[in-house]
C-alpha cells in the first residue's frame, strides 16, 4: 500500500512570504502529526491530528498553523516566514492517536528560507 | 517540560562490534518506541515496547524497557555498515488533563566502520 506522502519535497522561499505543506497518510490512518527536523534541535513536535481535531500543539508560536480534512489529508502552513525556520518537515501518520503502534513517516520536505 | 535524553550523542564503531544507545526521560513513559533514521532519510519505526521491564529482540537488535518506565535501551551485537543512522527514541508522556505529548529522544548517530 501507498506509504505517507507529502508534497512538495523541497522548497525555497523568501523570508517575509507563507508557505503551505501538505501531507496523505496511508490510507486508513486517521492520525497525522507534525514534526520539524534540524540539525541542532533534533525531531521537535509541531502538532497532532485526529479525526480533523488538533489533539495536542508543541511549542512553536502561532505563525505555525495545521489542519486536516475529512478525507484525513493534512497541511501545514508557516506565515511570514524567518531563516530560522529552515529544516525538514516530516509529517508521520499512524492508524489511532497517541502514535499506538508506531508512526509512518514520509520523506519531508526541505523548506530553506532565504 | 519532559525531556527525553539519549546517550551517547554519537558513536563509531568497527564492524562486529557492538553498540548500545541510552534513552532517559524526566517523566514516567506509558510505552516508548525506537526509530532508525539513515542519513538523507526519515525515521523507520523499528519497535515499541509497552510494560515495565520489557525486553524484545530482532535478530542482532535488543531492546528493553526500564522498571520504572523512564528509561530505555537498544543494543545492537555485531554491528554492520547496514546499521549506519541515526536511533531515537518516543514516548509518550501521559501528561495531565486528559492531553499529551509524543515526544523524540536527542538520537544517537552511529558510525560503522568497515
Known amino acids: 500500500k501507498a506509504g505517507v506522502t507529502q508534497t512538495p519535497r523541497y522548497l525555497i522561499k523568501t523570508r517575509g512570504q507563507q508557505v503551505t505543506l501538505s501531507c496523505s497518510p496511508i490510507?486508513?490512518?486517521?492520525?497525522v502529526s507534525w514534526y520539524q527536523q534540524t540539525p541542532g534541535q533534533g525531531l521537535q513536535f509541531l502538532f497532532e491530528y485526529f479525526s480533523e481535531t488538533q489533539r495536542n500543539k508543541g511549542n512553536f508560536p502561532g505563525r505555525f498553523s495545521g489542519r486536516q480534512f475529512s478525507n484525513s489529508r493534512s497541511e501545514m502552513n508557516v506565515s511570514t516566514l524567518e531563516l530560522g525556520d529552515s529544516a525538514l518537515y516530516l509529517c508521520?501518520?499512524?492508524?489511532?492517536?497517541?502514535?499506538?503502534?508506531?508512526?509512518?513517516f514520509g520523506s519531508g520536505t526541505r523548506l530553506t528560507v532565504v | 517540560g519532559q525531556q527525553v535524553m539519549q546517550i551517547p550523542q554519537y558513536q563509531h564503531v568497527q564492524e562486529g562490534e557492538d553498540f548500545t544507545t541510552y534513552c532517559n526521560s524526566s517523566?514516567?513513559?506509558?510505552?516508548i518506541q525506537w526509530y532508525k533514521q539513515r542519513p538523507g532519510g526519515h525515521p523507520v519505526f523499528l519497535i515499541q515496547l509497552v510494560k515495565s521491564g520489557e525486553v524484545k529482540k530482532q535478530k542482532r537488535l535488543t531492546f528493553q524497557f526500564g522498571e520504572a518506565k523512564k528509561n530505555s535501551s537498544l543494543h545492537i551485537t555485531a554491528t554492520q555498515t547496514t546499521d549506519v543512522g541515526t536511533y531515537f527514541c518516543?514516548?509518550?508522556?501521559?501528561?495531565?488533563?486528559?492531553?499529551?505529548?509524543?515526544?523524540f529522544g536527542t538520537g544517537t548517530r552511529l558510525k560503522v566502520l568497515a
Open positions: 508521520a501518520s499512524s492508524v489511532t492517536d497517541r502514535a499506538a503502534g508506531g508512526y509512518t
Open positions: 517523566t514516567t513513559l506509558s510505552n
Open positions: 490510507s486508513g490512518h486517521r492520525s
Open positions: 518516543a514516548g509518550d508522556d501521559p501528561g495531565s488533563g486528559g492531553t499529551y505529548k509524543y515526544i
